[in-house]
């Protein structure tokens, strides 16, 4: 079974440039997840998609990240324009379904720096 | 939010030695989960324990909870060089449809 595909796996931006990030989650998966992992910390939410409507996006700074998944397979993760802060490992998930008792498969995330 | 916290946040060992990782939690919890992240890598699922269950195995993992103290255990039992990671517990508190993932316990085995 192919695991969940990112690309690209490495991003280097100027701070006000924009970027985005590609996601396809593990065939019949109908959860897929958007985290922030910043160097030393755990992985934070941004933005979790049910099918292709969002179940939860509280964290996600909606002034400068936008995230959609077309037809409820693959997604894209946006930032414009990007903050320094925003350097971090942007990781994709997929799982079958929502909540905690399922477990949730990861892909191998995206570096971005942002300079 | 924080919801799990990880103890230590930093481990040390001599390949063959246990290791217990630790977390606490604030909020009631229907499913805790343990995941691992080699370095530079995605995270990788290792076991999942429903608030009804008190203790599950699998291999040289061992996991417990304690829903009356709110905190679960993972513990490693001979450990090797390949285990050398950051190890994560995630909860769904209050039954949310969501994980939220401590901050981790960075695990070294030594030669």
């Known amino acids: 079974e192919a695991g969940v595909a990112q690309s690209p796996r490495y991003k280097i931006i100027e701070k006000r440039q924009s970027v985005a990030f590609w996601c396809n989650p593990i065939?019949?998966?109908?959860?897929l997840y958007w985290y922030q992992q910043i160097l030393g910390q755990g992985p934070k939410l941004l933005i979790q998609?049910?099918?292709?409507?969002?179940?939860?996006d509280s964290q996600l700074p909606k002034d400068r990240f936008s995230a959609e998944r077309l037809k409820g397979v693959d997604s894209t993760l946006k930032i414009q324009p990007a903050k320094l802060e925003d350097s971090a490992v942007y990781l994709c998930?997929?799982?079958?379904?929502?909540?905690?008792?399922?477990?949730?498969?990861f892909g191998p995330g995206t570096r971005l720096t942002v300079t | 939010s924080q919801q799990g916290e990880e103890d230590p946040q930093a481990l040390s060992i001599q390949e063959g030695e246990n290791a217990t990782m630790n977390c606490s939690y604030k909020?009631?919890?229907?499913?805790l989960q343990w995941y691992r992240q080699n370095s530079g890598r995605g995270l990788v699922h290792l076991i999942l324990i429903r608030s009804n269950e008190r203790e599950k195995h699998s291999g040289r993992l061992r996991v417990t909870l304690d829903t009356s103290k709110k905190s679960s255990s993972l513990l490693i039992t001979a450990s090797r060089a390949a285990d050398t990671a950051s190890y994560f517990c995630?909860?769904?508190?209050?039954?949310?449809?969501?994980?939220?993932f401590g901050q981790g316990t960075r695990l070294t085995i030594n030669p």
């Open positions: 998930a997929s799982s079958l379904g929502a909540g905690g008792a399922y477990e949730q498969y």
């Open positions: 909020t009631s919890i229907n499913n």
């Open positions: 065939s019949g998966h109908a959860t």
């Open positions: 998609f049910q099918n292709n409507g969002v179940v939860d």
């Open positions: 995630a909860t769904d508190a209050g039954g949310a449809q969501k994980l939220v």
